[in-house]
Structures are given as structure tokens and as C-alpha cells.
């Protein structure tokens, strides 16, 4: 199966929070990340996690990391239009942080 | 401080031909990654330069090569090109100083459109 599965769209109304999703197998992971794409646009680092660490809070952005479980998730409150994007999950493996594995994104839509 | 950059942005090929795509690094950095992004998928990583040798490679064929020049900047060659390799390639930098445990962020370009009919 894939290394890292993330539910493939989610909508809110603006104003709200949203909630993305993600899972992951290798427990070897090391950082965890989130990327947001907006079209016809490259990668934007949003944040990442240590795997030793269980939550991190950046302005409208929390993750929350369950090792246990290796499921990983990211808030973004008070969510805005311009939030609207696809936003990836990816790992990195401890010896190889050049080779981020991706997730298939998330797409997120946020109405008016 | 520029950022990472691509060239070029879209590129039109056909069948059976070759194409090299170009990223300049963020100043500073040493290292270079490369990533394929089909649509509607995540990135896949191709592999990545560290020091002007190939330094980690993911699951894609040898006619998938790379160069990094001593400016740090790199190439991705592809070869004999299948309608399969049509994608976004994005390029991304970062700085390798630490030990095999250290984040070292990636900034990504902006990406090369390559279409392969």
C-alpha cells in the first residue's frame, strides 16, 4: 500500500476550521510535514514535525502527531479563501532527508 | 537572497526524445532534489545531488540522470521520453551541514511543465 494516505478533498465554510488528515506506515519516519500547492504554483513548506514531539502550534496551524497510531493531522482555524489548495503530507526517514515521501494531496475548498 | 528557480516552465516534446530541465539553487545551498509530480498525484522523488554526486535515487529508470555543477545547480535528463514522463518536475535546495538526524528544510521551485505527446 501507499506510504502516506491522506483523504482526497475536504470543504468548509470560511471562518471555520479545517481539519486534514493523514497516515503514514514507516515508523522509522523522522519528520513529518505539511506542503500546501496552490495551482500552477511549486511547494510551500506550512510546517513539519519532529517525531519525537506529540503537537506544534503556528499561528492558524496546529499539528498533532500520534505516533501510535502514525496518524498525523493538521488544523488550520479561522480558515480563509486564500487557504484554498492542495495541501500534501510527507515524511522523511532518518539518514535520508532528501527523499520527502508524498501523500496525493488533500484538496481543500473553502465557500464564502 | 533569490529563491530556487526553474527553466524552463513548459516544455512540449515527442516521443523517443530527449529533454534536460535546469534549476538554479537558493543561494547558500548545497544540495539539490529532484521531484516528478504526474496529476492528481503527490511528488515522487527521482533522486537528489549532494556535492556533485548523486546521493540517494528513487524508483525510476537510468534513463532518468542527473548532473550538479560546482555552482550547486543541477540537471534532470530524460531520455527516450514515454508518454508517462509527461509531469510537473520540481527541483528543490537545500543546505546539508549537520548529521543524519538534522532537518535541513527543502525550498522548492516553481517547476518545469513537461508534456510528452
Known amino acids: 500500500g501507499e506510504d502516506v494516505e491522506q483523504s482526497l478533498f475536504l470543504s468548509v465554510r470560511e471562518g471555520d476550521s479545517s481539519v486534514i488528515n493523514c497516515t503514514y506506515t514507516?515508523?522509522?519516519?523522522?519528520?513529518l510535514y505539511w506542503y500546501k500547492q496552490e495551482p500552477g504554483a511549486g511547494l510551500q513548506l506550512l510546517t513539519y514535525?519532529?517525531?519525537?514531539?506529540d503537537m506544534k502550534q503556528d499561528q492558524r496551524l496546529t499539528v498533532l502527531l500520534n505516533k501510535k497510531d502514525k496518524h498525523l493531522s493538521l488544523r488550520i482555524a479561522d480558515t480563509q479563501t486564500g487557504d484554498s489548495a492542495i495541501y500534501f503530507c510527507a515524511e522523511s526517514k532518518r539518514g535520508s532527508q532528501g527523499n520527502l515521501i508524498f501523500g496525493k494531496g488533500t484538496k481543500l475548498s473553502v465557500k464564502p | 537572497e533569490t529563491g530556487v528557480t526553474q527553466s524552463p516552465t513548459h516544455l512540449i516534446k515527442t516521443r523517443g526524445q530527449q529533454v534536460t530541465l535546469r534549476c538554479s539553487s537558493q543561494?547558500?545551498?548545497?544540495?539539490v532534489s529532484w521531484y516528478q509530480q504526474a496529476l492528481g498525484q503527490g511528488p515522487q522523488f527521482i533522486f537528489q545531488?549532494?556535492?556533485?554526486?548523486?546521493?540517494g535515487r528513487g524508483n525510476f529508470p537510468p534513463r532518468f540522470s542527473g548532473l550538479q555543477f560546482p555552482n550547486y545547480s543541477s540537471e534532470l535528463n530524460v531520455n527516450a521520453l514515454e508518454l508517462d514522463d509527461s509531469a510537473l518536475y520540481l527541483c528543490a535546495s537545500s543546505l546539508t551541514s549537520g548529521g543524519a538526524g538534522s532537518y535541513n528544510e527543502q525550498f522548492f521551485g516553481p517547476g518545469t511543465r513537461l508534456t510528452v505527446l
Open positions: 514507516d515508523s522509522s519516519s523522522t519528520y
Open positions: 514535525i519532529f517525531s519525537n514531539m
Open positions: 545531488y549532494y556535492r556533485e554526486e548523486e546521493n
Open positions: 543561494s547558500g545551498h548545497n544540495t
